[in-house]
């Protein structure tokens, strides 16, 4: 089996060898910079990396793990991280993955070569981050990954063979670590997904790392209920893996509201939390504008709903202290509008929906439109680049 071969999850479905310099510049004059050299990289991965202007060493760190077909600099354009980076202070890190690797620019979530303690793409993960410790001065006891997809499932990877190194972790729209090993079962687990018990889910993080007896990282399971590419089973089986880990119930210590139907659950401690965003499909949820909660802009995959970086960054306790973010330096615009009325059929022909076990979907959102035929009307808008939900 080739190596490098997996479904776009999401069709969707993360200085050079010195320290990067920081000089004198005007405020947030900061750029994605790529760094050529971070380790042996066995991985074959590419690092890039984002310091706000003036951080001072010991800052936090957030790992950011791009979906399939996506790229570090798509994700720090559209997913709010940077706005959040300047405005609290933390450095990123983007892992990107290589087309040489995996033609739809999937993290190998699933190739066991890939998701081990000291082997293959996690390995280079976790030589970044040795090499933003050392070369942006970022505090080695704050550090946090967060992930779309594939990226997702990646973040669950590094969490549980690298407990050790991270604070906490965000997985978006992904899969419970080790739910496939091969090409075959990673489609399994996407769509309809692994029943396993609490104890076999977490026997499988426990095993990444054997007799590690430290700190376990927090983490935060977000989920699109309308998603028909990772099917929201996952999120189920993830919230078991990640209490199980905990050694903590799986029934909800709370459960409160967010914006656009979203469902937060906290779990005893709040060791663990689970984000359920109702109707919405397969992405990163964002919510554009200059509000201090709101970040992102709409796109393929970064879905208008909620903002989740912010709550994750705070979550990550990198929140505290700084001003109110303000928006990122390159602005971004969202078409007005649009409203077509067509059947089924029509619709995921002119490519606003598409078409899911006989029943369209509309696309974006994900949201059911009834039996894919030219019988069934629907009006759909457009809310966002590739974004569609039902009503006008």
């Known amino acids: ?16 060898t010195a320290t990067i310099l920081i000089t004198a510049a005007p405020a947030r004059a900061a750029t ?35 979906g399939c077909t996506q790229t570090a600099a798509t994700y720090h354009a559209n997913s709010g991280w940077q706005k ?53 001065g970022s505090d080695p006891a704050r550090v946090h990954v967060t992930g779309l997809s594939a990226g997702g499932a990646m973040s669950a990877v590094m969490l549980a063979a690298y407990p050790d190194a991270f604070a906490a972790g965000s997985v978006i729209g992904g899969i419970p670590y080790r739910c496939a090993t091969d090409v075959v079962s990673a489609y ?37 209920t309308a998603d028909a590419t990772v099917v929201v089973r996952n999120a189920d089986e993830s919230r078991d893996q990640w209490t199980d880990v905990a050694g903590i119930p799986a029934t909800p210590s709370a459960t409160t509201q967010l914006p656009a139907g979203t469902t937060v659950e906290t779990y005893s401690g709040d060791k663990v939390r689970r984000y359920l965003v109702a109707g919405m499909g397969h992405g990163t949820p ?36 700084g001003p109110d973010p303000t928006p990122s330096p390159t602005p971004t615009t969202t078409p007005a509008p649009v409203c077509e009325t067509a059947s089924n059929y029509a619709h995921t022909v002119a490519g606003r929906a598409y078409q899911s076990g006989g029943r369209a979907r509309a696309l974006g959102s994900g949201q059911d439109m009834g039996l894919w035929n030219v019988f069934v009307i629907t009006s759909l808008r457009q809310t966002g680049p590739a974004y569609w939900v039902i009503g006008c």
């Open 1 to 16: 089996m080739t190596r490098r071969l997996l479904p776009a999850i999401g069709g969707v479905l993360l200085l050079i």
């Open 32 to 66: 994605l910079q790529p760094v050529a050299s971070f380790g042996s990289n066995p991985g074959n991965l590419a690092m890039y990396s984002y310091r706000p202007d003036g951080l001072p060493s010991g800052a936090p760190l957030v790992v950011v793990l791009h």
């Open 84 to 136: 959040f980076a300047d405005a609290w202070g933390f450095a990123l890190v983007y892992a990107e993955q290589k087309t040489a690797n995996n033609a739809n620019r999937c993290f190998n979530w699933f190739l066991p070569g890939d998701t081990a303690r000291g082997q293959g793409e996690a390995l280079s993960i976790r030589q970044m981050v040795g090499h933003a410790v050392t070369g942006l």
């Open 188 to 224: 399994s687990c996407m769509s309809p997904g692994a029943d396993r018990t609490p104890a076999a889910w977490g026997g499988l993080v426990r095993n990444a790392y054997p007799g590690y007896t430290g700190k376990r990282p927090k983490v935060a399971v977000w989920h699109g």
């Open 286 to 321: 964002v919510d554009p504008g200059t509000g201090s909660s709101q970040c992102g802009a709409a796109a393929a995959y970064f879905l208008d709903t909620v903002c989740s970086t912010y709550h994750d960054a705070v979550y990550f306790g990198l929140g505290g202290g």
